[in-house]
């Protein structure tokens, strides 16, 4: 299950989710890149974005407005839905309209592979690799791996220091998945200082000791964090 969580009052671009990229609006586009790899619904905050959804053929689902995550916007709809433990639930930003399904195929192997693993806890998420100008970028997220390929820390910050001239940069990709299970287990945690410090929801799982599985893709897309990031899109379609 694939779903995507959307909110009108995004306090760094309002309603962005609804903005027109090539004749679609945002979350709607999202929606169909991946609409062939599972079944997708979108878990929003606001009838507005309901009815556009709806409009497209897109399944729609009303949330709370008080979620502080979209993490907990999709346990929200996947706990309405009644998604078994088991399932396999993949959280698409809806700000992520050029996401490859190439990517989102390679997280939800990883999962699999989890699962038949035993693991206690599955969470996984993507990264790639960047160059030390991209690492600059606040709104590009930044991630340090241990031995096996585990998040070991997420910034907006330069990370890691270049002290010796070798550092190498892995930016975060924002998808995330996680058995139905795990994500409950997830959304029960407490909020970590460091999430609140970074802005940054996946670091509840690291605070708490919890793994995160990282795959490496090679990915060329982008989100919508800035006007500049739309006015990019926008011209793609041109």
Do not use: W
């Amino acid at each position: 299950m694939i779903i995507i969580p959307a909110r009108l009052a995004s306090t760094r671009f309002p309603q962005k989710v609804l903005a027109d990229i090539g004749g679609l609006p945002m979350v709607v586009r999202t929606a169909k890149r991946v609409s062939h790899l599972d079944d997708v619904v979108v878990a929003a905050d606001d009838e507005k974005i309901i009815e556009v959804c709806q409009a497209h053929g897109i399944k729609a689902m009303l949330t709370s407005t008080t979620h502080k995550s979209g993490t907990d916007r999709i346990h929200e709809c996947a706990t309405i839905l009644d998604l078994p433990d088991d399932e396999l639930v993949i959280n698409v930003q809806a700000d992520e309209p050029f996401i490859e399904p190439d990517v989102v195929e390679s997280l939800m192997q990883k999962l699999k592979n989890l699962q038949k693993d035993g693991e206690p806890f599955i969470m996984g998420s993507c990264y790639n690799s960047i160059n030390a100008e991209a690492a600059k970028d606040p709104n590009l997220v930044k991630v340090v791996l241990d031995v096996q390929s585990n998040a070991i820390y997420f910034s907006r910050a330069k990370i890691p220091h270049n002290q010796s001239g070798e550092a190498v940069y892995f930016g975060h990709i924002g998808i995330y998945g996680f058995s139905k299970k795990s994500l409950k287990e997830f959304c029960s945690l407490n909020d970590a200082p460091i999430e609140d410090i970074e802005k940054l929801e996946q670091l509840r799982a690291i605070y708490h000791q919890k793994k995160i599985a990282m795959v490496k893709v090679a990915s060329t897309g982008f989100g919508i964090d800035t006007q500049e990031d739309l006015k990019r899109a926008v011209e793609i379609f041109l």
